[in-house]
């Protein structure tokens, strides 16, 4: 078990420079697609967050979730900055790469444009800022 679910409540860690939310990981995939502008559905039950109403239904408002930089990890990219994640690395990183300022991406190979599928490219150019061979 993971400790979002053994928690009902976020743990804030204090005595430290930290402050921990625990948080489930379709709130977080949810703030990070709000930070580009991506409208998203939200039926969490959360105690203490403000609430509105959109054409005559309650929402909870969650604030987006953006980040200065972000290090992923991508199986193979292209000259142009395209990238392929394998397996798990599809959940996160995309969102994250969208979400952040800066994305720096550590691909494991780097092919010459026009050598990827365009129907298997996950994350494209426009939001990879560094390539890293791995």
Do not use: W
Not at 64 to 91: E, Y
Not at 93 to 112: D, K, T
Not at 117 to 126: E, F, V
């Amino acid at each position: 078990r993971s400790l979002t679910h053994i928690l009902p409540e976020p743990v804030h860690v204090t005595g430290c420079e930290m402050d921990v939310p625990a948080n489930r990981q379709a709130p977080i995939a949810a703030r990070l697609q709000l930070s580009q502008g991506i409208a998203a559905d939200f039926d969490f039950r959360q105690q203490g967050k403000q609430k509105i109403a959109v054409n005559g239904k309650e929402y909870l408002l969650e604030l987006p979730l953006k980040g200065d930089i972000a290090l992923i990890k991508a199986k193979k990219a292209d000259k142009s900055g395209n990238l392929v994640f394998a397996k798990s690395a599809r959940n996160f990183n995309p969102l994250m790469a969208m979400a952040c300022g800066l994305v720096i991406a550590e691909v494991e190979e780097i092919v010459e444009i026009g050598e990827l599928d365009p129907d298997y490219i996950h994350t494209p150019s426009l939001f990879i800022d560094y390539l890293v061979l791995a």
